[in-house]
Every structure is written in C-alpha cells, then in structure tokens.
C-alpha cells in the first residue's frame, strides 16, 4: 500500500507564493508519474500541472506561474506557486502512478492523497 501526504497549502494574498509538497511512502518499487490537481467544491477535479522522468506539463492558467519538480530520492513532488490569484484557491490533490512490489511481483496502481487548501485573497 502507498500513502499520499500533501502539506503547504494555507492562506495568502494575491501575488503571494506558496510552495506544496506530496510525500509518497509504502512499498513504493518505482514511480512513474505524478501530477497535482485542484478542485473547487462542486467543480470538477482539475489536472494542474504533472510531472514524468524528463517531462513537465501544465494546465494553460498556470504556465509560467507554477512549477512542478520532484526529488525521486525523498519520492516526493513539489509545486511552487508564484504570482498566485484568487481564481487559484482550491483543494491541491497529489497524484501518482506507482509500482508497488511484494516478494518479486510488481503491481501498478495510480494513488491520491487526501488535498491540501490553497486559499488566496483579493
């Protein structure tokens, strides 16, 4: 089993910065992709921006705002979010493809975390 754990949401002003954080843990053999989305209550989740070994990729709104990096030695995934607007404020989910192993077999499986609030003001 893999355990998603998102931190460094909160409350900030517009223009501020925020930098967010997935942690993945388990019996984690390789990670193979991550992305964070966001979802406002009664929206639809929306894909952010995601990140593969050697490629990035980002929603429109956010290009040349947000970053997404990710150390795969520490398994964990970052988003640095600059020059942040209202229109941002939003539940950031973690995601990830992962292969998890038991014994010599492998398994894929895509896993999420719980959210972080992000939450910016006028």
């Known amino acids: 089993q893999v355990q998603l754990v998102e931190s460094g949401g909160g409350l900030v002003q517009a223009g501020g910065s925020l930098r967010l954080s997935c942690a993945a843990s388990?019996?984690?053999?390789?990670?193979?992709?991550m992305a964070w989305y966001r979802q406002v209550l009664g929206n639809e989740r929306e894909l952010v921006a995601g990140i593969g070994d050697e490629s990035t990729m980002y929603t429109d709104s956010v290009k040349g705002r947000f970053t997404i990096s990710r150390d795969n030695a520490k398994n964990t995934m970052y988003l640095q979010m600059n020059s942040l607007k209202p229109e941002d404020t939003a539940v950031y989910i973690c995601?990830?493809?992962?292969?998890?192993?038991?014994?010599?077999?492998?398994?894929?499986?895509?896993?999420w975390g719980q959210g972080t609030q992000v939450t910016v003001s006028s």
């Open positions: 388990g019996s984690i053999f390789s990670i193979n992709h």
């Open positions: 995601n990830a493809d992962v292969t998890t192993f038991s014994g010599s077999d492998r398994y894929s499986h895509r896993y």
